[in-house]
């Protein structure tokens, strides 16, 4: 069976983290985190230690970052440059930075909530992710009481 250019870990590398940073974008131009809210808020990201394809899709967001859209005359696209992000992400060897390890915990317990292993059902660890509740941002998605995108 003949793979799909969909189907490339380099596709699949760009969609995921495109789709990341766009969120992060809209957030930040939407002003939807919790706190004060700044006129000229911007972000940064720091990410785990990964390929420096990361750094060339930011740059590339800048000029070009072709989002979906639904017009008037149907559907297309729309170039929606990335304007909040300040730098090339920051990336950092997660053994050394507690910030990272923190992230990874939290994405951990959520994969956890959704498939616990055994451990996890033996202690009932699905439930630990329900304790980020009060510091979740959840204006990418209101209706799920964690503000998790489902697709």
Wanted: with cysteine; aromatic share 10%; net charge positive.
């Amino acid at each position: 069976m003949k793979k799909l250019q969909t189907d490339t870990n380099e596709t699949v590398f760009d969609r995921g983290w495109s789709t990341i940073i766009q969120r992060f974008e809209n957030t930040i131009a939407h002003r939807n985190f919790p706190g004060p809210r700044n006129s000229d808020e911007r972000g940064l990201i720091v990410c785990d230690d990964t390929d420096i394809r990361l750094n060339r899709l930011v740059r590339r967001m800048r000029r070009y970052n072709p989002v979906p859209s639904r017009g008037q005359f149907g559907p297309g696209y729309r170039n929606l440059q990335l304007k909040t992000i300040v730098e090339d992400p920051v990336h950092r060897d997660s053994r050394v930075t507690y910030f990272i390890q923190a992230v990874d915990t939290i994405a951990y317990l959520l994969y956890q909530k959704g498939q616990p292993n055994a451990y996890m059902k033996k202690v009932g660890g699905k439930a630990y992710f329900k304790r980020l509740k009060p510091i979740l941002c959840h204006h990418a998605a209101p209706s799920h009481p964690y503000g998790i995108v489902l697709r």
